[in-house]
C-alpha cells in the first residue's frame, strides 16, 4: 500500500534548476501568485498547488542550509549561508506569504473547498494570519541566528580522557565503565566543561528571553507562553493540561521511578548511588555496544526496520542511497539528533551523534520512526497537508523505538543482552518523563517572569528539580552542577515549549505498543494510516485513527504506567 520509491517532486510553476540565492530570484513567483486572477474553483486549487510548491522550495532551501550548518559548525561559509536565509530572504517572504494567506481567505470561492479536506489547513492559516506582526519580522530573524549559536557553543565542547580529546556524546562512554573512578573523573570533567560555558550561554538565553517576550507583545499576547501556545497550533489542550501532566508524573511516574533506581543501586551493590552510576553495570558485565560504527548502526537499524515491516526498511535504504544520513559524533558537529523532512525530496535528512552506546541505538529507532513518517506524508497534495502536529510526529518515533524491540536480534547476537536492551529502553520510557516535566515547568516559569535576574532563574530550576526529584541518587557536593543543568536541553534554545510533545507522545506510543502486543499487524496498520493523514486531521482524530484516545489525565497516565511496570517485571 504504502512505498518508499519516492522522488524528488517535479516542478511545473518553478524552473526545475532554480537556485535560491537571494530574495529578487524568488520575489517574481510571489508576486505572481500574489496579483493572478481566481476565477473558479479549478483556478483556486491550481494556485493552491502553486503556491505549495514554491513553499517546498523554499523550506527545502532553508533545510539544506541548516542541515550543512549544524553536520560542521566551524565551516564559517556554511555558517554565513544560513544566516544569510535567516536576515535576508526569509524576512522578504514573511510579509508576502501574509498577503498570499489573507488573499486566500478573502476569495469568495474558499466556500466551494471541500471543509473535510481543507478544515485544519485552513484553521493554520488563520492562525498565521492572527499571528503575523510586521514589527516582529527582525525580532524573528535575530532569533534564528541566535538559536543556531547554541549549537555552535556546545559542538565545539571537548574534553580529554586517557590523554585523548572526545565530544561529550563520545565522552558519555566512559560512564558506563566498570572502574567507578573513571566514571566519577569523567563525569566531574563533563560538568566541568559544560560550567566553562555558563555565563555564555546565560547570556545567549537572556538575549532570546527578550526577543520572544518582545514578539509575544507585538502580537497581542500577555506573555510568550500563551503566544507560542497559539503559534504551535495547540488546538486541542491547554496549560492547565500541561499542569495536570506535571501532577500525575509525580503521582503515577515518580514511585516508579524510584523503584527503578533502588533496583539499579541493589544490582550495583552500591551504599550510596550517584548520578555517575545510572549507565553503569555490575562487576563482570560488559557495557551493550550493539554496533561499531555509524555504517554498522544504519546496516542493522534497515535490517531491524524491515524484520518489522518491509516498508520501513525500504525507507532508510532509499536514505541511504541518498546519503540523507549523518550519524557519527566528531568535534565540530551540533549536538543532539534530528529528523529533518524534505519538502521537495520526500526522503527526510538523519542527523544525531552516536558514539557506540545503546542509547544510539534508541535514538537512531526514534529517528527512524520520524523518517517513516515523512515518507508516508510526502504524497500528500499541498506543503501545508504535511506540517503534521508535533504530539502526533513524536507518536510515530516513539512507538517505533517500541514496536522494534521484538527485532533487536539484529543488534545483539545473545539473549542476555537482549533481555538487558529491553530492559534499558522500559526503563528510559518511565524515568524520562520527570525530565519532561522539569523542562517544562520551567519554562512556563521562565516565559510568565520574562525579567529576572541568573539568580532568579536558578532558584526557579532548582525549585523545579526538586519536585520531581526521586529519592535514591545522591546528589550532594554537585549542587554547581545541578544549578545550570537547564543549559544542555537545547530545546530551550532553539525550540521553545517543543517539549511536553514527547510526555504526550510517550503515551500515545505506549498505548500503540499496547496494540501491538495485542494484534502487531493491525497496530502497524493504524500506525501507518494515521501517520499518513499528515495535517489533515485535528490532532483527536490523528489518534484515533491510530487506534488512540486523546488523554493525558492522571487516570489515563496511571493505567499506561501499571501496563509498562508489568512488561518490565515480566522481562527482569
Known sequence: MYTADIHKTPRTFLPPNLNITDWQVLEPYFSELLNR?????????????????????????????????????ENKKLEEAFNYFCMHIQPQIQP?????????MATPLLSELEPEKYHTYLRSIRKSIELFREENIPLQAEMSVLQQQFGQITGAMMVTVNGEEYTLQQAAKFLENADRKIREEVYHKIQERRLLDKEKLDKLFDQLIVLRNKEAQNAGFENYRDYR??????????KEDCYQFHTAVKLHVLPLVNAIYQKKKEKLGLDVLRPWDMDAEPEGTKPLRPFTNGDDLLKKSIECFQNLRPFFGQCLQKMKELNHLDLESRKGKAPGGYNCPLAESGAPFIFMNAAGQMNDVTTMLHEGGHAVHSFLAHPLELSGFKEYPMEIAEVASMAMELFTMNHWESFFDNDKDLLRAKEHQLERVITIFPWIAIIDKFQHWIYEHPVHTHEDRTTAWVNTLAEFQDNVIEYSGLETYRSNAWQRQLHLFEVPFYYIEYGIAQ??????????????????????????????KTLPELYKTAGLEFDFSPEKIKVLMDFVKGEMDAIS
Open 37 to 73: 486572477e481566481i476565477t473558479d474553483k479549478p483556478s483556486l486549487e491550481q494556485w493552491l498547488k502553486d503556491q505549495s510548491e514554491l513553499e517546498a522550495a523554499v523550506s527545502e532551501d532553508a533545510c539544506w542550509r541548516q542541515i550543512k550548518m549544524t553536520c560542521d559548525t
Open 96 to 104: 508576502m506569504a501574509d498577503a498570499l494567506n489573507k488573499k486566500l
Open 229 to 238: 501556545f497559539k503559534e504551535l497550533g495547540r488546538f486541542d489542550y491547554t
Open 507 to 536: 503515551l500515545g506510543a505506549i498505548g500503540m505498543w499496547m496494540q501491538y502486543k495485542n494484534n502487531a499487524e493491525n497496530a502497524l496498520d493504524n500506525y501507518s494510516n494515521a501517520l499518513a493523514l499528515g495535517a489533515t
